[in-house]
């Protein structure tokens, strides 16, 4: 079933189509595209989308796709390519390099704006990260992917350039974080021009090149021990044996969480329920979100309520896993305006029909969540419909609430999978998801328009 379009809005002032282009930037939602067709010569848009490409508004930037292909189709829309390329390009003549994402961003936005004109614009794109400023600057937040921007319109030649550039930064990548920089370089280069005719020539330039020879020959030597290694199942102790070794920071081995007997489960219970240290207790609460608490779960609620949040995020995700009558009644506690999220997560295995509903009016009649409160609620509802299997027919409302307001690109997506899982994805959505930020939220509706 594909539901109807949106019903047109009537009477939006222009102050509020502003308002709702900059909360579509700000989520990466392909709302913003569609503003912006119906409207391109709108000077306040534009001058909102400006700002957009200056500061990064990406929630998680760490995990989310990055922005500038989002924003770069934005100003294809404007048909004003040639002034944001002036104005962008006039920020990198007084960069901050502590204002890491942003500098990425603008750098990658006119590198896509930069294909098709003259090589001097390139040159000078070549040169800012040449320049003392970027190469002091962080090199993992700004010098990488400002030069991933670059070898995507320059090739080869651009790829050749950093190398020698940034020839320190990348062996000391390699020994410290077994050289990824210099491998995702090479995955830009190879998403260009393709992996065979890439592989062929980084082999023939890296005989004019000791800078490169030298990366190639360590990129082989991590691959090949990242082949051979193999994890022993050196943690097979009991329980006695672990908790002597234990280092709290680290907490107990995944492995032996996952082979613990009955009793050692029980004895590392019983110690929890004891224990003072707080980073001591995370390692033990760690234990019951993969295993199943044995002992009565009531100790563990004062965790949930106390003030060490890491401490409480574990004891919720412990609980979560337990069917339990006093389980359900602590989630409807903390869904009274203390912790909708971990409330949420509670009812993973206590869901009851109309749960969902109770829920929603939680949210609303709670203070108005924040980009973060929205993040979480979202993550919670997620899982919970996951581990309940809550019908569409109940679960519709509440994800698409969640699309509206969740500000992550990535759940956002996970919202739209479900909600053309069951088949209840509206046809305004799917033309939305077309312009979204996430790449695979647009292939999603690339795909359901076939």
């Not at 009477?11 to 282009?21: D, L």
């Not at 995990?63 to 500038?68: I, L, P, V």
């Not at 919202?415 to 899982?421: A, M, N, P, W």
Request: glycine share 6%; net charge negative; charged share 25%.
């Amino acid at each position: 079933m594909i539901f109807q379009e949106r019903p047109a809005q009537s009477g939006v002032t222009a102050s509020e189509k502003a308002a709702g282009f900059k909360s579509s930037l700000r989520r990466g939602s392909g709302r913003a595209a569609l503003l912006l067709e119906a409207d391109p010569t709108n000077e306040e848009l534009q001058s909102v989308l400006l700002s957009a490409c200056k500061t990064n508004l990406t929630y998680d930037p760490q995990c989310e796709a990055e922005r500038a292909p989002f924003l770069y189709r934005l100003i294809t829309l404007t048909g004003r390519s040639d002034f944001f390329w002036t104005e962008l390009l006039r920020c990198l003549d007084n960069v901050d390099p502590s204002s890491k994402g942003n500098i990425a961003q603008i750098f990658g936005i006119l590198c896509l704006l930069a294909s098709g004109r003259i090589d001097h614009d390139h040159r000078s794109l070549r040169e800012f990260l040449a320049s003392e400023a970027i190469r002091k600057a962080e090199f993992e937040h700004v010098g990488h992917p400002c030069g991933e921007h670059l070898i995507r319109l320059d090739g080869l030649a651009a790829f050749l350039e950093l190398i020698h550039l940034y020839h320190a930064e990348l062996l000391d990548n390699f020994e410290a974080q077994s050289g990824w920089a210099y491998r995702s370089w090479g995955e830009a280069l190879s998403v260009r021009d393709g992996v065979q005719s890439t592989a062929a020539a980084l082999e023939r330039a890296r005989s004019s090149s000791p800078e490169l020879d030298l990366l190639i020959s360590l990129d082989v030597d991590t691959a090949s021990v990242a082949r051979t290694f193999v994890e022993q199942p050196n943690d097979a102790i009991d329980y006695a044996a672990a908790k002597v070794g234990l280092d709290p920071k680290k907490g107990f081995s995944l492995f032996w969480i996952k082979s613990a007997s009955a009793d050692d489960l029980f004895a590392a219970a019983s110690d929890l329920v004891l224990e003072t240290d707080a980073m001591k207790i995370r390692a033990y609460l760690r234990i019951f979100t993969a295993r199943d608490f044995p002992l009565n779960p009531e100790p563990l609620f004062a965790i949930v309520k106390g003030a060490n949040s890491r401490n409480a995020w574990q004891a919720t995700r412990a609980l979560g896993r337990l069917h339990r009558h006093r389980i359900r009644g602590l989630a409807f506690e903390l869904l009274d305006g203390l912790d909708i999220p971990s409330a949420i997560r509670l009812l993973c295995s206590n869901y009851q029909p109309g749960d969902l509903m109770i829920i929603e009016r939680a949210i609303h009649e709670a203070d108005p969540l924040d980009d973060n409160g929205w993040h979480s609620v979202g993550l919670a509802v997620l899982a919970l419909i996951d581990a309940a299997t809550i019908p569409p027919i109940e679960s519709r409302d509440m994800l698409l609430s969640l699309y509206e307001n969740i500000p992550c690109s990535l759940c956002r997506e996970e919202v739209v999978r479900k909600l053309l899982e069951y088949d209840r994805v509206p046809r305004w959505m799917l033309k939305e998801c077309a312009f979204d930020a996430e790449p695979r939220t647009a292939e999603i509706s690339k795909r359901s328009s076939r």
